[in-house]
């Protein structure tokens, strides 16, 4: 049930609208003022607030927006007998979900307060989702290594600087890069990601600058590249070792200009993107072999962070290994199942030649193959199989 606060200094509008609402199963307080009606909010968890905006002590729109501060998905509907269009406005500016005049007319009155509700929820849900990203994308371990990779995004994350991320295929270069652009004031933008060494040398000109129709035999039609996809957001380039020396000057062009031609066009067109890059490789044997331009590791590597090897960092294998049997019960929809003390510091004498990922590989393993208790026999039998 639906709990709402009504919030009016005039006794019988505050009773019609408790028996209007009451009527259709809503669970109604009411304050006879702002300061009543703040003191109400702070102390109690409400759907949506009824809100007049001329009122004794603390008036509807200082209420709101104090209320709004708290950040909290509470939806307020403002009702006054002096509306116009410059009150709604300002009301909308401070957070408010709706303004409605006085007398209140009923059907307007009950899709609002529905509507409402159901914003609220999506609010929720949203806030629910985002914190179960945030946890498969995070960055999981104690070492000092792996604080010193989570003190480093947290401080460049907010900035605009590029940032280079090196470190052994399966060690978390992308997790770096997902939280540098959580922590940017990007993150409501999009993070669009490019596996260089996935896309065949002809083809990734095309995937990251686009094409126009008829540019080569297969462009049938005009393609949107993914700097333009990224424009306002944040463009992750893994792998980009593998990237031709062709590509590697357009994209040395693109951070130069901040501009991209599409193949087969003449047209500039200007994009907004930040740009984080990632490989296994190191960059100074490419440069020095001539595989890789120098003047585009500087332009990237503004901000270098090295992700470090599982096996340099043991102690961090419990703490990601209790991680991943949470997230795999939870996809297979089970209940997590326990290991053993001595299972567990076999798993962190293992070499893991294939990092974190293959350490959630053999976690998932382990949870498909084992019983609720995960004993040291079955971490021998199947963490490293015959091939």
């Not at 609208?17 to 109400?40: H, K, T």
């Not at 003390?341 to 382990?366: I, S």
Request: aromatic fraction near 6%; charge should be negative; include cysteine.
């Amino acid at each position: 049930m639906a709990k709402l606060l009504i919030i009016d200094d005039e006794k019988a509008i505050r009773g019609a609208l408790r028996d209007i609402l009451e009527y259709e199963g809503y669970n109604i307080d009411e304050a006879s003022d702002g300061e009543q009606g703040l003191e109400m909010f702070k102390q109690n968890d409400y759907d949506v607030v009824l809100c007049d905006i001329r009122m004794p002590k603390v008036d509807g729109l200082e209420l709101l927006q104090r209320a709004t501060e708290m950040g909290r998905s509470t939806q307020f509907i403002m009702i006054s007998a002096f509306g116009n269009v410059e009150t709604a406005v300002e009301a909308t500016k401070r957070g408010a979900f709706d303004f409605i005049s006085k007398p209140p007319d009923l059907n307007r009155l009950l899709v609002t307060v529905k509507n409402a509700i159901e914003r609220g929820k999506m609010i929720v849900e949203t806030k629910v989702l985002k914190k179960k990203v945030y946890r498969l994308n995070e960055i999981v371990g104690e070492s000092i290594a792996i604080q010193k990779v989570k003190d480093i995004t947290d401080k460049v994350g907010p900035t605009e600087a590029r940032v280079l991320i090196t470190g052994p295929n399966g060690a978390g270069k992308e997790m770096v890069a997902k939280r540098l652009h959580e922590k940017s004031n990007r993150a409501t933008m999009p993070l669009i990601e490019v596996n260089c060494a996935a896309i065949p040398s002809e083809l990734i000109e095309s995937e990251l600058f686009g094409h126009e129709k008829g540019s080569f035999t297969s462009a049938v039609k005009q393609r949107i590249g993914k700097f333009e996809q990224a424009d306002g957001g944040t463009l992750f380039l893994d792998e980009i070792g593998d990237m031709s020396l062709s590509a590697q000057s357009k994209v040395l062009r693109a951070l130069q200009e901040s501009k991209i031609t599409r193949v087969g066009g003449d047209k500039e067109i200007k994009v907004n993107v930040r740009v984080f890059a990632a490989t296994n490789k190191n960059l100074h044997v490419e440069i020095a072999e001539g595989r890789f331009r120098e003047d585009l590791y500087h332009r990237l590597s503004v901000i270098p962070i090295y992700v470090p090897p599982l096996k340099q960092r043991p102690d961090d294998i419990p703490l990601l290994v209790d991680k991943f049997l949470d997230d795999v019960a939870n996809e297979y929809g089970q209940s997590s199942k326990q290991i053993e003390k001595e299972a567990m510091e076999y798993l962190q004498t293992l070499p893991w030649t294939g990092n974190v990922r293959e350490l959630r590989n053999v976690v998932e393993r382990l949870v498909i193959m084992c019983n609720d208790l995960i004993t040291l026999e079955d971490v021998r039998i199947f963490a490293t199989p015959v091939i």
